[in-house]
């Protein structure tokens, strides 16, 4: 359950609803990333897989599960996040995504039906309906309700009602296309990962993804176990954690001292040890990812990574992003950057300054993402 989360924060202390525009807009330049990563997950997964992302936050990575199910067979995406804010977002861009895809894996056959054919998380309800089950799992945050907004995920992937979505009698001689449509269900649930009892609260997933979260909860190493628990026998667990720093700025940017960006990752260091630090409960986890994933009981453990990489000038989406990533620098460095520093983000962050941000050319984005994965036995 949510505990103390109701209250809107989570373990960390971190306002994650303010953080929307961020998350989106690295979705946005991780997509090349996302959909490899994702791609290659899901390849070895079983017809009809169940998908569970935890700590979705904006949703990025699950639009490109839902794409990359809807050119298989089909399956199952649950959200699961704390953030009521969004997991709303998420669901809204999971649900627009995977309509999408399954439109484009039917190439129109069943027109009106393929948005049927993605399914809602928590009413069954689709396509218009969606804010409102978005709503009906935020309502449900706490209490035996929760379970209500889970136990229809339990019930599988609705293959019954779903056929129905497209075995319409207006379908008449395009059944056999329609038996070819392939449903993606999208499904939201509100929850705390540090909770032990999740995997109670979930249906058995095929894949358990977890990008970039685990290092916001108390215990990493007791999350590991809870959600390797949420994983079926020979599920895959996936976690997205480590990796390498983005960076986005020349070296020199003709205002302040030169080498602006080597000081704010080393602020955002810092930054990091006090969060640790300031989470109630904290335990260190003093070793890497993939011993933790071993330490869980998962076996042949690996990790690969992906690049992210947008040479300047970048694609439409560069400079917003790199906006709201510098105003997140300079908020968690404020403490740990000179006056002088403080004052050199000011200048590039202010949309009307001589040296705005929106004035560059050169700015790039370049960082790498890793994923370590294991299988449960
Ligand atoms: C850095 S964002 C990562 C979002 C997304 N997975 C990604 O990689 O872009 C962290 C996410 O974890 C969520 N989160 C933080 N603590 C949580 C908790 N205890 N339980 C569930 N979700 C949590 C936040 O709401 C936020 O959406």
New binding site residues.
């Given amino acids: 359950m949510l505990n103390e989360?109701v209250s809107g924060h989570?373990?960390?202390h971190?306002d994650?609803a303010d953080?929307l525009a961020l998350?989106r807009a690295?979705?946005t330049l991780d997509a090349p990333a996302q959909a490899s990563i994702a791609e290659r997950l899901v390849a070895k997964l079983p017809p009809h897989p169940t998908v569970i992302?935890?700590?979705?936050?904006?949703g990025?990575?699950s639009t490109h599960f839902a794409q990359a199910l809807a050119t298989r067979d089909g399956g199952t995406v649950i959200l699961?996040?704390?953030?009521p804010e969004?997991l709303h977002e998420a669901e809204r861009a999971v649900r627009s995504a995977a309509e999408h895809a399954v439109r484009s894996a039917v190439d129109g056959a069943v027109g009106p039906a393929a948005g049927g054919a993605v399914r809602s998380a928590v009413d069954g309800a689709v396509g218009p309906a969606a804010g409102r089950a978005v709503r009906s799992a935020a309502e449900r945050v706490v209490g035996p309700a929760r379970e209500h907004a889970i136990h229809p995920a339990v019930d599988g992937v609705v293959r019954p009602e779903a056929e129905r979505a497209v075995r319409t009698p207006a379908d008449g001689g395009r059944q056999a296309e329609a038996d070819s449509v392939q449903t993606v269900e999208v499904r939201a649930v509100v929850?705390?990962?540090?909770d032990a009892g999740l995997p109670g609260l979930l249906p058995a997933a095929d894949l358990v993804w977890?990008?970039?979260?685990v290092h916001?909860?108390p215990d990493q190493q007791a999350a590991i176990g809870t959600l390797s628990a949420v994983a079926r026998d020979g599920g895959v667990v996936a976690l997205?954690e480590g990796g390498l720093n983005f960076s986005c700025l020349p070296w020199d940017l003709g205002v302040g001292r030169p080498g602006l960006e080597d000081r704010l990752q080393a602020a955002q260091a810092e930054w990091f040890v006090g969060m640790r630090e300031g989470i109630d409960g904290a335990v260190p986890m003093p070793y890497g990812w993939p011993i933790a994933l071993e330490r869980a009981g998962l076996a042949d453990v690996s990790s690969f990574s992906a690049l992210v990489d947008h040479p300047a000038p970048g694609p439409d989406g560069l400079t917003d992003y790199v906006h709201h990533h510098l105003s997140r620098l300079a908020d968690h460095g404020a403490d740990f950057l000179t006056a002088d520093d403080r004052a050199t983000l000011a200048t590039l962050l202010d949309p009307d300054g001589e040296h705005s941000l929106a004035k560059r050319r050169d700015l790039y984005l370049l960082g790498v993402r890793t994923v370590h994965h294991g299988r449960r036995t």
């Fill in positions: 989360l989570t373990h960390d971190i994650w953080r998350l690295a979705d992302d935890l700590g979705c936050g904006a990025g990575m699961v996040d704390a953030t969004l929850a705390d990962l540090a977890a990008s970039r979260v916001h909860l997205a």
